[in-house]
């Protein structure tokens, strides 16, 4: 940068000794110090602050302890100064501590930024910090009521500097809760913002409705999803912080329908690869591999990368094999590793049983098309005689909706027998948040498009009154005779659903409130209500073939690898009009 009032010789001569500086403090740098690619790891996160929506509550209503609450409402700046002003000041005597409970006004993914102020002592003193899915999570202790720091640190200590800004915390949360810790001290803080780091990535899938519930559940479980897209493509925010490949399918099949084609997507799917060679089951469980194969089909159908596929064809074809070798000469599968559909089915072995059986069945239809795609004819008729012998046994559904969900999808029950028999009972009870999504996949099969949406409006929008912005782990609909909701102060008289209920790995405050798996109804009202079905790889054929229900309209858009289809539909005397706009390069089929 050159001054004005300065002489051009003296600008000349300052630039030149800046420059030689640097290149002499570089060249001290000792070569085994170098930063090359090697060394250095990219994200594709952004990084944004949010300022907090409103005070949940205050330690002290007087105004003597905690005080200028108000004042962290204000967007800040991330920067201290010298001002004087009227900020929140929390204050501790020799009994007593302030603290206050913070609402970003929805669930996100990150920490938080402090800013103080001149005022403070030096050093300013320890604040607790407490991250909260739920209002009661930050009033928790970790140890008690399923309260933990597991794969993320959401309770801890935390100095603060004076006159500085800090940045703490890596979790999912909507909630913070701040207490000052040392006796007889007081803290001044300027700003308070949460950190929000995501994919900054547009949502090219849309859906639209007469009915706004509807609409905030696709929404909702849209969002969900992009929250885990971090580096890796998680199943939860907070907890699973991980790579699970079978909770991935619901998430993968919500990508398709809203973001297209993302690389966390290879990334996650070439991970688990690579960390399960041969003969090993994918998370120790044998469903997960098998769900690995049903996400790279759905994934080439859908974007029609066959170069990726091709990466694969040396451990599909050895899966396919290792899979093989798990048939008995009954046609009945005898799958070791962990035997595991989801969590609400795992005391059920009848229903596991059928599960697999299942499972086996579609990863091996879908063995035949990707073999014949990758030219493995060999491994094709491999699959092809493992579906006849699998088709052999008929397992019994064992009144699990999990079990007669596989078993339609697969094709050995009917569709309609399982609807009839199992699904369509008891309207949302015996749901499940993962394995949700394929109940209402089989309900869609037998031709009970209605019953699947009315099954969307009450499980998911179960959620939505209690306050969630995204989609939960796991959740039963007797939760909310008189469950508080998760985004206030629980009253004496209500339930905290948070603290109160769940069960196997996530219970009480371990359950996560932000879980992938969940997502279902945003992929499933997109196929099947705005009516996309791919027909052929990388969406070249696409058949819109809606089923609107108890809708009057509906309208939305679906993303391909050559662009956007804008789709539109309309019930009239005459029945539905159908409208849809879509890149040249796709086919479209249209069914009413």
Not at 82 to 102: A, F, P, R, W
Request: overall charge negative; proline content about 4%.
């Amino acid at each position: 940068m050159f001054f004005p009032y300065i002489s051009k010789k003296t600008q000349l001569i300052s630039f030149f000794k800046i420059f030689y500086s640097a290149i002499w403090i570089y060249a001290q740098i000792p070569p085994s110090l170098e930063l090359s690619s090697s060394h250095i790891r990219s994200t594709e996160l952004t990084q944004k602050f949010l300022t907090p929506t409103r005070i949940v509550w205050k330690s002290d209503n007087t105004g003597s302890k905690v005080i200028n609450a108000e004042s962290i409402l204000k967007p800040g700046i991330g920067q201290a100064d010298l001002n004087q002003g009227e900020y929140l000041v929390l204050e501790n005597d020799k009994e007593s501590k302030s603290g206050i409970i913070i609402d970003f006004g929805i669930q996100i993914q990150g920490g938080i930024e402090i800013v103080t102020t001149i005022n403070n002592n030096n050093p300013v003193g320890n604040v607790r910090l407490r991250f909260g899915e739920s209002v009661g999570e930050t009033m928790s202790e970790v140890g008690d009521d399923g309260a933990t720091n597991d794969h993320a640190m959401r309770d801890f200590n935390l100095k603060l500097p004076w006159l500085g800004r800090t940045i703490a915390g890596e979790t999912g949360f909507r909630f913070v809760r701040i207490d000052l810790i040392d006796p007889e001290t007081k803290i001044e803080i300027k700003e308070i913002s949460a950190v929000f780091r995501y994919r900054d990535i547009p949502y090219l899938g849309s859906f639209t409705s007469d009915d706004e519930q509807l609409n905030k559940i696709w929404m909702t479980g849209a969002y969900t999803v992009h929250l885990n897209m971090q580096d890796y493509l998680w199943d939860g925010i907070k907890r699973d912080r991980l790579v699970w490949v079978g909770d991935m399918h619901p998430e993968v099949m919500t990508i398709n329908s809203v973001f297209g084609y993302n690389k966390v997507v290879p990334k996650s799917l070439d991970l688990a690869r690579d960390l399960t060679p041969l003969p090993n089951w994918m998370n120790g469980i044998s469903s997960y591999s098998m769900w690995w194969l049903l996400i790279h089909h759905n994934w080439y159908y859908y974007h029609g990368d066959l170069n990726y596929l091709n990466q694969q064809r040396e451990y599909i074809v050895g899966l396919l094999k290792l899979l093989h070798s798990k048939i008995d000469e009954n046609g009945k599968e005898i799958l070791d590793g962990a035997r595991f559909l989801d969590w609400p089915s795992s005391e059920n072995i009848g229903a596991i049983h059928a599960g697999l059986q299942s499972l086996m069945v579609m990863t091996f239809n879908a063995g035949i098309e990707l073999c014949e795609i990758l030219g493995e004819f060999e491994t094709l008729e491999i699959c092809k005689n493992a579906v006849k012998k699998l088709k052999k046994h008929l397992p019994s559904m064992s009144e699990s909706k999990q079990a007669a969900a596989l078993l339609s999808i697969s094709g050995i029950v009917k569709p309609q027998q399982a609807n009839l028999e199992i699904l369509s009972r008891d309207g949302v009870h015996k749901m499940s948040t993962f394995y949700g999504y394929y109940m209402l996949e089989a309900r869609a099969k037998a031709g009970d498009y209605q019953g699947a949406i009315d099954n969307i409006r009450e499980y998911w929008g179960g959620m939505l009154d209690l306050g969630a912005t995204t989609f939960w782990e796991d959740f039963d609909i007797d939760w909310t005779k008189n469950g508080a909701r998760i985004d206030e102060i629980v009253p004496d008289e209500k339930i905290d659903i948070h603290k109160t209920y769940g069960s196997y790995c996530y219970e009480q405050f371990r359950h996560s409130l932000c879980h992938g798996w969940a997502s279902g109804p945003t992929s499933w009202l997109t196929q099947h209500v705005l009516g996309v079905n791919i027909l052929e790889p990388g969406s070249k054929k696409v058949l819109i073939k809606p089923n609107l229900g108890d809708l009057n309209w509906v309208k939305g858009t679906f993303p391909t690898p050559f662009g956007i289809i804008e789709i539109e539909h309309k019930k009239t005397d005459k029945g539905v009009i159908s409208k849809y706009n879509a890149p040249d390069e796709v086919r479209v089929v249209l069914e009413n």
